[in-house]
């Protein structure tokens, strides 16, 4: 299931990053033909999106690769440092985005309206089926490049909407006001996100897992004991992994560990590491949890 998870995010992300690197030559061309500073700069940050997008592309393909003596629990972890960086950018982008969108309401310019909706339209395509193409997923890393295209998919929108009632009204102020609701929007789940993230990488217990539930299902098979030492982690939020101490007087080991190997199973944690201990073995090991 962890394998599909990854071959389903590289996917998404190389779609996000080819229907972005196609829309930034429509930009720069839409841009140069008319004569707009606003659309080339636009363009120029969508040059660096698709760069950011390029590196995440690389880690999700290289966090696929099998454990070694390096890394022996794998490389899944590489799909989160493109998480740390796409959402570094969108951190930084859309808090310049508020920066001069305030300036924009202090002194605001006029906009070629008739122009911009074509232009927003092709943006709210091109960048909504990449976001519909991302949405699919669920993975740290697909979250980061889903906020990523809706900020861009967004911005379009405001762009759209503005050009409109600018054909109508005389009121260029809407633009940078749509433009902070939009990156506050941002904003927020950017910080949710590498809040998520940060978790992961400080190795709590991932919150779809309840503990508890989990030891009441070990305690409940005949030749278990008592369970302790119970440590559930996550490699990169889809592939879950445990290790626990097993109190137990059989000497059918392996049928046991079995019967917890299809728990764990239940709870998508796909590595258990299983210590088997007869009663009275004093566990160097053991930790005490509230």
């Known amino acids: 299931m962890a394998n599909n998870h990854s071959h389903d995010a590289e996917k998404s992300i190389s779609t996000a990053f080819w229907l ?13 033909l008319t004569n707009s500073i606003a659309i080339l700069s636009d363009a120029l940050h969508d040059f660096g999106d698709t760069l950011s997008l390029a590196l995440s592309w690389f880690l999700q393909k290289k966090s696929k690769k099998a454990a070694d003596s390096k890394y022996t629990y794998g490389y899944k972890r590489f799909s989160l440092l493109g998480t740390v960086f796409l959402s570094g950018v969108l951190f930084i982008s859309s808090a310049w985005v508020i920066y001069a969108a305030i300036g924009r309401i202090c002194s605001p310019s006029e906009v070629d309206a008739k122009g911009m909706v074509w232009l927003a ?16 997923g669920h993975s740290l890393s697909e979250r980061a490049v889903f906020l990523h295209i809706m900020e861009d998919v967004l911005g ?3 762009v759209l909407v503005t050009a409109i009632v600018m054909i109508f ?32 990488f400080l190795q709590a217990t991932p919150k779809d897992i309840p503990v508890d539930k989990l030891k009441e299902q070990i305690l409940e098979l005949p030749d278990v004991e008592s369970v302790h030492d119970v440590h559930i982690w996550s490699l990169d939020g889809d592939s879950h992994v445990m290790s626990l101490h097993v109190v137990s007087f059989t ?37 005490t949890h509230k």
């Not at 339209?121 to 699919?136: D, F, P, Q, S, T």
């Not at 005389?170 to 998520?196: A, Y």
Request: aromatic residues 8%; neutral net charge.
């Open 20 to 32: 972005n690197a196609v829309f930034v030559v429509i930009e720069a061309v839409g841009g140069l």
């Open 121 to 136: 339209i092709v943006g709210v395509v091109i960048n909504g089926a990449a976001a519909l193409r991302v949405n699919r």
């Open 156 to 158: 379009w929108v405001a």
């Open 169 to 200: 009204f005389d009121v260029p102020i809407l633009d940078p006001i749509l433009s902070i609701v939009i990156s506050v929007w941002v904003l927020f789940n950017v910080i949710r996100n590498m809040r998520d993230t940060g978790i992961v």
């Open 251 to 287: 000497f059918k080991t392996q049928s046991l560990k079995q019967q917890i190997y299809d728990i764990a199973s239940q709870y998508h944690i796909s590595h258990v590491t299983v210590d088997i201990e007869k009663p009275g073995t004093n566990c160097t090991y053991k930790t």
